[in-house]
């Protein structure tokens, strides 16, 4: 079956750091990634959409300068949280989608990456 | 704006009675997708449904998709304590509903 990796998995930062969360699609070449946000107990927000070598699309409120998502290849998409601060603590969670044979859009979930800002 | 409305929220159960989750949109969408989520985990695939009237069953699971009505449908039978999770439904440009989170008791 198709699996997505997610790295790290945890990670602690400090306020005013980057941190880059990796997801990689490991046996299937992903037409779209999509990055989400999930609060405790909360559902997932999608925060952008992005396909390879072009530039992603990001849900409205998402603030762009600060959630850079970079997709160089079919199989990795890069999500960098710039100057996190604490209320960006969250639990992140990519998808990737190739086209089945239906035409469906199957969606393959990565791990998550907890995010903690101190 | 596009709108995904799960009910209940919460659904506490009992081993062996049968109940329904829905999930209602607010636009023309060609596809749902019901998941599972345990906890601290990531999302789990159950369904894809992709026309009108479609019907998926797995195991003590089934979903159902009314396009026309805009509703979708996820009905345990029988449940067990295994089944305790959240589920959510989403429609396809992934806009996720609310999550039903289900607790099985034994």
């Known amino acids: 079956g198709a699996v997505v990796s997610q790295h790290p998995s945890r990670v602690i930062c400090k306020s005013g750091t980057s941190v880059k969360i990796e997801c990689r699609s490991l046996?299937?070449?992903?037409?779209?990634m999509f990055w989400y946000r999930q609060f405790p107990k909360q559902s997932l927000m999608l925060m952008a959409t992005s396909n390879e070598g072009s530039k992603a699309t990001y849900e409205q409120g998402v603030e762009k300068d600060k959630f850079l998502i970079n997709h160089a290849s079919l199989t990795l998409s890069t999500l960098t949280v710039t100057s996190a601060h604490p209320e960006d603590s969250s639990f992140y969670i990519c998808s990737a989608s190739r086209q089945g044979r239906l035409l469906a859009y199957e969606q393959y979930f990565g791990p998550g990456t907890r995010l903690t800002v101190t | 704006e596009l709108k995904v409305e799960q009910n209940p929220l919460f659904l506490s159960m009992q081993e062996g009675k049968n109940y329904t989750i829905y999930c209602n949109y607010s636009?023309?969408?060609?596809?749902l997708y019901w998941y599972r989520q345990d906890p601290g985990k990531s999302l789990e695939s159950l369904f894809v449904?992709?026309?009108?009237?479609a019907v998926k069953q797995e195991g003590r699971l089934m979903a159902s998709l009314d396009t026309k009505a805009r509703l979708s449908t996820l009905h345990i039978t029988a449940a067990v304590h295994d089944l305790s999770a959240t589920y959510f439904c989403?429609?396809?440009?992934?806009?996720f509903g609310a999550g039903t989170r289900l607790t099985v008791k034994p």
């Open positions: 046996d299937f070449q992903a037409t779209t």
């Open positions: 989403a429609v396809d440009d992934m806009r």
């Open positions: 636009t023309t969408s060609d596809r």
């Open positions: 449904l992709l026309s009108n009237g």
